[in-house]
C-alpha cells in the first residue's frame, strides 16, 4: 500500500504560481511513477503531469507545457508541481496519484494508477 498527501494548494491570482507537493509514504520502494490530475466541476478528471521515478521521464499535457513543472525529491519520497502563469481555467482539484507498473505510454491515463491522494483544491481568480 501506498499513501499519498497533497498540500500547497490554495487561491491565487491569474499570472500567479502556486507549488504543489505530495509526499509518499508506505511501499514505495521499487520503480514506480507519480503524477498529476485535475478536476473542475462538471468535468472529467483530467491528466496534468507525470514522472517516473527513476530516470525521471517527464510527461505533461499539451495545456499546462511550459507552464508546470513537474519534479521529485527521491530522499524525500515528494513529488512537485511547478505551477507558474496560471489561468483561471487551471481550477479545481488537483489528486497526486502513484503506481509501481505504469508503462510509458500510460502515464497519461489515470485508470493505470492504483493509488490516489485525497486532492486539494487550486483556485485560480481576481
Known amino acids: 500500500q501506498v499513501q499519498l498527501v497533497e498540500s500547497g494548494g490554495g487561491l491565487v491570482q491569474p499570472g500567479g504560481s502556486l507549488r504543489l507537493s505530495c509526499s509518499a509514504s508506505?511501499?514505495?520502494?521499487?520503480?514506480?511513477?507519480m503524477g498529476w490530475f485535475r478536476q473542475a466541476p462538471g468535468k472529467e478528471r483530467e491528466f496534468v503531469a507525470a514522472?517516473?521515478?527513476?530516470?525521471?521521464?517527464?510527461v505533461y499535457a499539451d495545456s499546462v507545457k511550459g507552464r508546470f513543472t513537474i519534479s521529485r525529491d527521491n530522499a524525500k519520497n515528494t513529488m512537485y508541481l511547478q505551477m507558474n502563469s496560471l489561468k483561471p481555467e487551471d481550477t479545481g482539484v488537483y489528486y497526486c496519484a502513484a503506481d509501481s507498473t505504469i508503462i510509458l505510454s500510460s502515464l497519461s491515463d489515470s485508470r493505470a494508477y492504483d493509488y490516489w491522494g485525497q486532492g486539494i483544491q487550486v483556485t485560480v481568480s481576481s
Open positions: 514522472i517516473r521515478w527513476r530516470g525521471g521521464t517527464t
Open positions: 508506505g511501499r514505495t520502494s521499487g520503480s514506480y511513477a
